[in-house]
């Protein structure tokens, strides 16, 4: 359907020979601006051809071969990712994926800061952190039937018509465009096969664990190495799915009252502007009546990139 309507678009083009070369012109322009969101292509995100870099000495060095930018960007996204960042929990059982540290998790999660914590060699200074770590008490495991069941039909259809169009691509290449566009039956063909994935001896794609890291400058031009935001491309599929197991827990959450009132990132109807704007009253408030006002914010610097997982 969408090719059809590219070569209809062209044909027109070239069989109007009354148009103006502008025109014409502009309307080329107009052709390629919509291709290139189709095809995702954003704006500012030209891979770095050269890096800028402070050696040693404190001077600023420009590399440009590819071999060495390559060597630069992958040395800084090691650091971002907290290669060699040792924590409290760094060497101990309660980081692995062994049995051993699934159930200190297991028993941090049931009991909070109430866990025999010497033992397990947590400093009582994050013993705070342990009881924002417990499970509430109002939840329950019946609460989430139905979370792991296979996704309808309704769902993987309305997923695609309401996810944002013009996003990049993963690795597979595969864009939201796409999946939106595709016929039902294909669709559908789809949809069986991510199911699979709720097969325990199956388990998930190997390829949704692959992620593509495209580095971009913070600021449009400046490519000094220090200055740059690593984005995660995710698999497009793989996103979709996700996004329909994390609304049906979400909705649970919701339905339950188990969020704190103050949780305003990542809800419906709520913003971080809210919390914004309540600070604001709060300081009006104590200016009103001639009070102190204490407030303290901390912006944790590539939060999302270097939190321990296990979090």
Known sequence: MTTLFLVTFGMNITQDEEKSSLEHQKTKESFVRMTK?????????????????????????????????????????????????????????????????????????????NVNWEKYGIPAKFLPVLKHLKYSSKATSDMYIGCTDPITKDEWTRLWKARKKGTTAGR?????????????????????????AWNPKAGVFDTWKLRVLNPIPKIPGNYDVSKARPIALLDVIAKGWWAIII??????????????????????????????????????????KRENFYAFSCDVSKAYTTLWRHT
């Open 37 to 113: 969101v189709i095809l995702g292509e954003k704006k500012h995100s030209k891979p770095y051809a050269r890096i800028v870099k402070t050696d040693s000495t404190g001077d600023t060095v420009v590399l440009s071969r590819p071999k060495e930018v390559a060597h630069e960007l992958v040395q800084a996204l090691q650091v971002w990712f907290g290669k060699g960042r040792k924590l409290w929990f760094t060497g101990l059982d309660i980081e692995k994926d062994s049995p051993v540290g699934k159930a200190m998790r297991l028993d941090i999660a049931q009991n909070g800061d």
């Open 172 to 196: 597979s290449g595969i864009t939201t465009d796409m999946m939106a566009l595709l016929p039902e039956n294909v669709l559908e063909n789809f949809r069986t096969l991510v199911n699979t």
């Open 247 to 288: 609304a049906r827990i979400t909705k649970v959450w919701e339905a339950n009252n188990l969020l704190n009132n103050h949780q305003y990132g990542s809800r419906r109807g709520k913003s971080a502007t809210s919390a914004v704007l309540l600070a604001t009253l709060l300081a009006e408030e104590s200016e009103h």
